[in-house]
């Protein structure tokens, strides 16, 4: 994978990580900060975060303070989605998200080295939202289907044309049952390249000094353990990974936004960045269960 110094053209780097409600003032965030910065994303989506720990610079909208839980009053800027751009955004709105679970979905175009692109970001709800806390009138999983099935109905979910869905989708692929099934439904006309199993990992030096993280996604699990992503990047057909990795058939080579660096943790989540380029001549997808 091309580092920020030598970028190969024609490409967007993106990358997504939600940052466990880091704030400025948190011990972690500047750390937590440089390694954001490290990879020279064009688009960034942080998730339960706030806009102090992303990079200097950029333009920046969000999905808003209401996903249905009391905001601390000592964390006003505490956000479910966050979306970075180098450029400005243009805010999109689909009259259908007000049938979602709130605060939840933030879109925009912004241009970028591939033209204008669509981008939206997200945080589903996870399995337990208002279960035990918030409202308490939910079952298990009862809001993360509600708003796979209301997402699906959204323009941004039958797009074919340069458009990047993003964040935390607080479920694994590839995986069985009703969840992921709804998952694949929701994004039937996109490709998901963060699918798959985490194998080995390098590490190699970004410009800003700040160890960037690398690791092989596997398309089929290989020995008993493997980690697998639940911060994704999904992208319309005509979007493809920049490089494939040639060491073996459906093996790609991401970077990531490491849990800890050197004793230090900085999430409860593995983020995920890589590029993007245009696909010469469009294809078919197959479901979210497979990478592109």
């Known amino acids: 994978m091309a580092n920020d110094t030598d970028r190969p053209d024609g490409s967007i780097r993106v990358g997504t990580w939600n940052v466990e409600w880091a704030t400025p003032h948190a011990r972690r965030a500047p750390l937590l900060t440089e390694v954001l910065a490290a990879p020279d994303c064009d688009i960034l989506c942080v998730t339960e975060g706030g806009a102090g720990v992303l990079p200097d610079g950029g333009h920046v909208i969000d999905a808003g303070p209401d996903w249905g839980y009391p905001l601390p009053k000592a964390s006003p800027g505490r956000r479910k989605v966050l979306l970075w751009s180098r450029r400005p955004w243009t805010p999109v709105f689909d009259i259908l ?12 175009l912004t241009e970028t080295p591939v033209g204008r692109v669509t981008v939206v970001g997200v945080c589903i709800p996870w399995g337990g939202a208002h279960v035990n806390s918030g409202r308490r009138d939910r079952v298990q999983w009862q809001d993360h289907l509600d708003w796979l099935s209301g997402f699906e109905r959204l323009s ?3 797009s074919r044309r ?10 694994r692929s590839p995986k069985g049952g009703k969840r992921h099934a709804a998952l694949q439904k929701a994004l039937v006309h996109f490709g998901l390249s963060t699918s798959g199993f985490m194998a080995e990992a390098s590490t190699r030096v970004g410009a800003n000094g700040v160890h960037l993280r690398e690791v092989v996604l596997m398309d089929t699990r290989s020995v008993k353990g493997m980690a697998q992503l639940i911060d994704h ?3 319309s057909e005509d979007l493809v990974l920049h490089e494939q990795t040639a060491e073996r058939e459906g093996a790609r080579r991401i970077g990531i936004f490491p849990k800890a660096i050197d004793g230090t943790r900085l999430s409860d989540h593995t983020g995920v960045w890589f590029d993007l380029k245009l696909r010469s001549r469009p294809l078919k997808l197959a479901p979210a269960t497979r990478s592109a």
């Open 97 to 108: 998200q007000d049938a979602l679970p709130g605060g939840r979905l933030v879109a925009g």
């Open 156 to 158: 941004y979910a039958r």
């Open 233 to 235: 990047i999904a992208h």
């Open 162 to 171: 340069r458009t990047i869905i993003l964040g935390d989708f607080n479920q």
